[in-house]
């Protein structure tokens, strides 16, 4: 099985797909002025205690205050405090905390007024992103996290992922992290550490105590609602979490992100250099590896199945519902048995696909086609467990119900992805009454002489739908070729699935959008 990571870098925003044998099975877009990541480490301010919920508001500088619940504060949180205050107030403090006197744990039945008061600066996690109407949800249990090991300050714990059942590979793994952590400093052990050497372990654990203490000296001048530790982007931190053997090769078509992202390469896995390849083709990234037309198909209401049927998915404010309807394959077997089970096998497959691509959480109700015998339910629950286990988000799974309904709850840490399928009229608005089409070429090439004649660009780009790319290439003499005799400036026609028939888009040879003024 191949995996690719394709990277879509721009100056506002960055897309990355992750396909695996050329399906893609992960889609994530981050804007690059986007704060409150996963991961990243705030130093708050208390605004509100609210003492029926035991539970605190944060000021993090989002529009509105972080939730901080008494349960999330951790047990060491009170060490947490003090040495925040001392890194805020002497200049010496060390970043190793060997000499650092720890405070006893909070009772796990406390009250949150017992260990916060309203004004009090306090060092605080994102755990969830804004979603919704809801602010950041936060954590003072800090981690930091690298591509073996998860570094947990004030703790002295060592844990080992489940995902390693080896038993004698459970001890080696313990032996080894116990015998070169620092004291005060708890870790993680994560699955892909699995079999690794003690080399690569250590060299992890020396980058995640490095990234701590840059933190620490950057605590020691930050201001409320200052960031102090950041998560990585999304390309290295998706990089970090799914990078094996397996991974063949990773495109990135901006070469900043190329940078970034072979420079990361270098540190975690400079074996891997050679699969990081920098996109310089004419078509667009996406369009070349086929992304556009499976975002396209991916994220509406209705889902093809691969052998037949479709999915039907609704978003409520509660829950998601998916239906799985046989379609035209009610004719392909023998009996309406045999037909549902396929159907649902297939379908099983496509909801885990889904499920990963649009970053479905919370409550997610699937209807499944009838089924009556006993040994294809739990077929049908078995290989639901099977598509899910590659998922990255910690779920559960109930087995059928006896209105063969399966119930799914997945953890939800960022808003639900969701891509606009169904395009628009840009003319009419919706209202079904358009201007003839065809004069979509005429204010192409009146803009056109704008930008060439009157403020002399050169070397533009203009991105237009597959059938206007079409009418302006076509034959010997093209239209294009026509610009070329007339303006003595040659302009690239650039393809994007994504922009309706009727839209088009001009961009300087720098890649900035050029907008003109009706």
Known sequence: MSN????????????????????????HQQEERSKFQVGDVYLGTVRKIVQGLNAAFIDIGYEKDAFLHYLDLGPQVQSLNKYTKMAMTKKNVSYKL?????EPDINKLGKINQVLAKGQQILVQVVKEPISTKGPRLSCELSVAGRYLVLVPFSNTVSISKKITSKDERKRLNRLITSIKPENFGVIIRTVAGGKEVAELDRDLRDLLSKWEKGIKALRTAKPKEKVIGEMGRASSILRDVLSESFDAIHADDPDTYEEINSYIKTIAPEKEKIVKHY????????????????????????????????????????????????NKSNAEDNQETT????????????????RL????GIIIIDFIDMKAP????????????????????????????????????????????????????TCNGTGKIQASITVTDQLERDLDYILAKQNEKNIVISLHPF?????????????VQWFLKYLKWVRLEIDSSLPITEF??????????????
């Open 4 to 27: 690719e990571l394709i990277i879509n870098g721009s100056p506002n925003d960055c897309r990355i797909a992750l396909l695996k044998d050329k399906q893609l099975v992960e889609f």
């Open 280 to 327: 310089t083709g004419k078509a667009k990234i996406f369009e070349n590896f086929g992304i556009e037309k499976q975002l396209k198909a991916s994220f509406g209401q209705s889902v093809t199945l691969r052998n037949g049927g479709y999915l039907i998915i609704e978003h409520t404010e509660a829950l998601h519902v998916i239906d799985v309807n046989s379609g």
């Open 505 to 518: 888009r001009f961009h300087s040879k720098y890649g900035d959008e050029i907008e003109i003024n009706s």
């Open 98 to 102: 060997a000499n650092f006197k720890s």
């Open 358 to 361: 649009r970053d479905m959480g």
């Open 468 to 480: 206007l790319h079409a009418y302006y290439t076509k034959g010997f003499i093209s239209r294009r």
């Open 340 to 355: 549902a089970l396929k159907v649902n096998l297939d379908a099983a497959q496509e909801v885990a696909r889904q499920l």
């Open 375 to 426: 040994e294809n339910k739990r077929m049908l629950f078995e290989r639901m467990k099977e598509e899910m286990k590659n998922d990255r988000s910690k779920f559960t799974i109930l087995p059928l119900t006896k209105f063969g309904l399966m119930q799914i709850t997945r953890q939800r840490v960022r808003p639900e992805l969701n891509i606009k399928t169904k395009e628009k009229c840009p």
